[in-house]
């Protein structure tokens, strides 16, 4: 489902560059979320290779300056038998180190909204002290997000892969790490200044809809692994999406883009009491 180009840049690579041996799997037209074209191509790939035993998930906006972080990340995974799966610390195009994972969200973080959660560190990585193996530098947290991302198979077949119905984008690396914490896996990041996760802030067709899909993927994701409780917050919910619309009333006669999040706020007033749906 992507349209910045990627697609068509992996087609040219795969016609000029045969003996890569490059395989680009063509959009399903009914299959066409994110969570979609990592299932297939998973499948796929295990379709054609039956003897592998890990899968890399790499993003558009990724990028390993060497082989080293993978390289790394296999050799962990080896190493510990426990982790399903192994990212990086990462970096943007200018140097700042930028969010590799978070703790699972409570109904708090969720109640007081993205920004406040984020003023008062409540989606923070719940990170495990370092720890060296084999000259690996690694530590655990409960979500390591998937970009770049190394992924156990075995693991992968267990957790079922990434639930494309009910997270088709939004949350559905922090549903799949927290089934997986379920069976008992663990998600490690290795320490590397190799690896970049920076789109240069280029929206997507999924970035109109960002705030809405995040609350209706949010408040399932919560309902599923803290419980049917989570349906106690949609009062407050309600009371935060007012205000929120109150604030960007004010601000939406001088700036298009507060009249634009003005309009989704209205939309989450109706629907938040329907599960934002």
Not at 63 to 88: R, Y
Not at 235 to 260: G, N, Q, V
Request: proline share 4%; aromatic share 12%.
């Amino acid at each position: 489902g992507s349209n910045d180009g990627s697609a068509e840049f992996l087609r040219t690579w795969r016609d000029n560059r045969p003996a890569d041996n490059l395989i680009v799997i063509e959009a399903s037209a009914d299959r066409r979320s994110f969570s979609d074209g990592v299932n297939i191509a998973c499948a796929e790939a295990i379709a054609r290779f039956p003897d592998c035993r890990w899968l890399f998930l790499y993003e558009t906006d990724n990028c390993l300056t060497s082989a080293g972080p993978l390289e790394k990340a296999i050799a962990l995974l080896e190493l510990e038998p426990q982790l399903a799966a192994a990212g990086f610390t990462v970096k943007q195009h200018n140097g700042m180190f930028y969010g590799y994972g978070m703790r699972f969200p409570t109904a708090l973080s969720f109640a007081l909204g993205q920004n406040l959660a984020a003023r008062l560190n409540l989606h923070a990585p719940n990170n495990s002290a370092w720890r060296l193996s084999d000259g690996i530098r690694w530590r655990t947290c409960d979500v390591v997000f998937t970009s770049p991302l190394l992924i156990r198979r075995e693991a992968w077949e267990q957790g079922d892969g990434f639930d494309e119905k009910n997270f088709p984008f939004s949350d559905v690396d922090l549903d799949w790490a927290w089934r997986c914490a379920k069976l008992g896996w663990k998600m490690a990041v290795i320490a590397s200044d190799n690896v970049l996760h920076d789109n240069l802030e280029q929206l997507s067709a999924w970035s109109a809809n960002r705030a809405l899909d995040f609350h209706r993927n949010r408040f399932r994701l919560l309902k599923r692994h803290r419980g049917k409780h989570v349906a106690l917050l949609k009062p407050f919910l309600f009371i935060r999406h007012w205000l929120e619309t109150m604030i960007l009333a004010r601000k939406s006669a001088a700036d298009p883009m507060a009249k634009e999040k003005l309009a989704k706020r209205k939309q989450m007033l109706r629907t938040v009491w329907n599960d934002y749906s």
